[in-house]
């Protein structure tokens, strides 16, 4: 659907800029030429019909190791039946002649790029006003099919290349003397709890982190005391989504945990004067930090990747917690469950790649891991989760529901199994946990264990 100043409108193109593309791979015997022009251009970049045939050809060749020129280009435009339709021998002939400098070629392949990305643009808008007019279609499903259209775009045009290894060496010995200087011992985001760190260096970028164990084990706590530790100790922006929590009780929580107030107290209300000095201190740390916090019950996977991806461009969130998993909602709720799991573990995990930051999601093991160790096979509902994640992170310790918070003790030692870790050693480590403020440490941090 096309409004009235699109309507008679020529899309973009540069008629020249495809003709000298064309004509510069004609005139060069060096393979590179045509290596360069394949690094920024697909066949449909280019907007005249006769030249995506041309080119379509030219890769032909290039596929199938043979030489490029004016002889064997029109023997394989008239062996696939392509000549007439791509104006015949004379035209073809004619390109060499439509060159400046064949030396200029990335320059015109850089055209032609940019005047399809923006044809695409614009196919795109009218795709999504089309869909707005639709009354039957769900308009956060339109927004979703829009970024991922128009990241699509970005993506299929990244002009990567491959470079020599000593070409990368001045930048990996800068940045070795970099982390030398800051004395930062980790490639990733620490998670504040060395040990766990050491393991991992720290959480990398693009990877997606499963942390699970059963109900009352302590997810939630240990994620939020990652959170609190990356956002307000390492001043990095964090997005958190709790999906079983309202962010009020999550803010409650965390409250309690950095000024070291019993969570009772805090729920209570039953509040001392000294207790007030702490609880400022750690609301005014709180308040500064970059913690992004959405707490939409039921999340749809589309509106979950949406709301990260503002995180992302607006607040350039570095990492992103999910509180979890197995409750956001899958797009099509007629699937079996095990399948919906399945989309929603294969989403996070490419919604990672795509934002190029570490997602970190909770999730429940079976009720079967009662009093033993969870293994992978113990990831509840599906095994896409296992298969999916870079690393997953088991939560283990003796349940204390049972008790009242006087009778527990002050300190409880658990453990964080990594029992995977795609690029790293596996293995187990303790950590604090401290029940009467929700809250866990590092063991260096406590003396009282």
Do not use: C, W
Request: hydrophobic letters at 40%; zero cysteines.
């Amino acid at each position: 659907m096309e409004n009235r100043e699109q309507r008679g409108r020529v899309p973009p193109h540069n008629e020249e800029a495809e003709k000298a593309t064309l004509g510069a791979i004609l005139l060069s015997s060096d393979t590179d030429t045509l290596a360069t022009v394949i690094r920024y251009l697909r066949e449909d970049d280019f907007y005249k019909s006769a030249h995506r045939r041309i080119y379509r050809a030219i890769l032909n060749l290039f596929n199938r190791g043979e030489s490029i020129d004016l002889i064997t280009l029109t023997k394989e435009l008239r062996s696939t039946g392509d000549l007439e339709a791509a104006g015949g021998s004379t035209y073809v002939s004619s390109l060499t002649s439509e060159v400046p400098s064949s030396a200029n070629i990335e320059y015109y392949a850089r055209i032609v790029q940019e005047t399809s990305i923006r044809r695409n643009l614009i196919r795109i808008s009218q795709e999504i006003q089309s869909d707005s007019y639709n009354e039957g279609k769900d308009s956060r499903l339109i927004i979703e099919e829009a970024e991922r259209k128009i990241f699509d775009i970005s993506d299929s045009h990244q002009s990567g290349t491959y470079v020599r290894a000593g070409d990368i060496i001045p930048e990996t010995i800068e940045a070795i003397e970099k982390l030398y200087h800051t004395h930062e011992s980790y490639t990733g985001i620490p998670s504040g709890f060395p040990a766990l760190d050491t393991m991992l260096s720290g959480f990398q970028r693009s990877e997606f982190i499963v942390i699970g164990a059963r109900p009352s084990v302590g997810k939630t706590a240990l994620a939020l005391s990652m959170a609190a530790n990356i956002s307000i100790r390492q001043s990095r922006p964090v997005g958190f989504f709790t999906l079983e929590m309202s962010r009020m009780a999550l803010m409650q929580r965390l409250v309690a945990s950095e000024a070291r107030i019993s969570s009772q107290v805090i729920r209570t209300g039953m509040l001392k004067p000294a207790d007030f000095n702490n609880l400022t201190t750690a609301a005014g740390l709180i308040y500064e930090a970059p913690l992004y916090i959405s707490d939409i019950p039921n999340i749809k996977l589309l509106d979950l990747r949406a709301q990260a991806r503002r995180m992302r461009s607006h607040h350039h969130v570095e990492i992103i917690f999910i509180d979890y998993l197995t409750l956001i909602q899958a797009e099509n709720q007629e699937l079996p469950r095990h399948e919906q799991i399945a989309e929603i573990s294969r989403s996070l995990k490419a919604l990672a790649r795509e934002l190029d930051i570490p997602v970190v999601a909770l999730s429940q093991v079976r009720r079967e891991t009662e009093g033993k160790t969870p293994t992978l096979a113990d990831l509840r509902e599906s095994g896409s989760i296992e298969q999916d994640a870079d690393v997953v992170i088991f939560l283990h310790r003796e349940r204390q529901n049972d008790r009242d918070l006087e009778d527990m003790p002050s300190v409880i030692e658990t453990q964080l199994v990594v029992a995977k870790q795609r690029n790293g050693p596996v293995g187990t480590i303790k950590v604090a946990f401290i029940p009467q403020y929700t809250r866990f440490e590092s063991l260096a941090e406590n003396v009282h264990l």
